[in-house]
């Protein structure tokens, strides 16, 4: 009979499956979705703070098709601390984009990227980061800290910028040879205003009405040396204002 057939097809099919199965646990063949990257060795590594092992492991885990977006972030944050860890500044700066390509929302991200930035001296990139962190999560304390040290750095650069080259007087009215080559020279020009700022800052210390004046009478005798000498065979007035940078500063500066 037609019904008794079907009944006896379900059964074969279902001690065929049973079957499979079976065989498949014998033989040590894991279920499809065990075969998933195991992220336990990459977080261990880390956990560990063992670099090497973490770039490894994690890298596989990275590369690896199955690994879930999830443990990939997780994975590529880890090698990215490690790479930095390890000095490779611009490789973690890379996972930390792959990251970001993952989970652009990531505020720690932004902020840890924008750090790196920083120490490699590309202040407008890292600037960018920590105020992407900070529109992404406002109370972010350490973007915040961060941004406002950056502005703070910028603004001193920028008025640096607006100085550099130029001497702390007018070359306008530069009358005498050694103050026209100092206009002629950046770091020449760079070099008589470090003297100067450094003086009048040294002023400005406590110190006796008998410092003051012995302070004052050292200068003036400096700059009458540095007029008088300059353009004489063997005069280097540039070591000559380094001299007296360094004696105003001290040995080991200020």
């Known amino acids: ?25 014998a033989t040590g063949v894991e279920p499809a979705k065990d075969l998933r990257a195991d992220p336990a060795p990459c977080l261990a ?18 590369d690896n098709d199955r690994t879930d977006k999830a443990d990939r972030i ?22 930390y984009d792959d990251v970001l390509r993952l989970d652009p929302t990531n505020a720690d991200i932004h902020n840890a ?5 920083r120490k490699k001296g590309d202040l407008p990139k890292a600037v960018a980061d920590f105020a992407a962190a900070m529109k992404l999560n406002p109370e972010h304390a350490a973007a915040r800290a961060n941004h406002r040290a950056m502005a703070q750095e910028l603004e001193r650069l920028g008025a640096l910028k607006a100085i550099a080259g130029k001497p702390s007087f007018n070359c306008a009215t ?7 080559a100092i206009c002629a020279n950046p770091e020449l020009a760079d070099l008589e205003r470090d003297v100067h700022v450094s003086y009048v800052r040294a002023t400005r210390e406590d110190m006796t009405p008998a410092q003051a004046r012995k302070l004052r009478r ?21 070591k000559a ?14």
């Open 113 to 117: 990227r924008g750090e790196l930035w």
């Open 241 to 254: 204002m380094k001299q007296r940078l360094q004696q105003l500063n001290g040995v080991d500066g200020y």
């Open 1 to 25: 009979m037609r019904g008794h057939s079907d009944i006896r097809n379900i059964a074969a099919a279902c001690l065929l499956w049973i079957g499979l199965a079976h065989g498949a646990s």
């Open 45 to 62: 590594a880390a956990r560990a703070q063992d670099d090497d092992k973490t770039v490894n492991v994690c890298g596989a885990l990275i």
């Open 74 to 95: 997780k994975a590529l944050i880890a090698r990215a601390e490690a790479h930095e860890r390890k000095g490779m500044s611009y490789r973690a700066i890379r996972d």
């Open 218 to 238: 050292e200068q003036e005798e400096f700059i009458a040396r540095r007029n008088a000498s300059f353009g004489r065979p063997g005069y280097d007035l540039q």
């Open 174 to 180: 530069a009358r005498r040879k050694v103050e026209k």
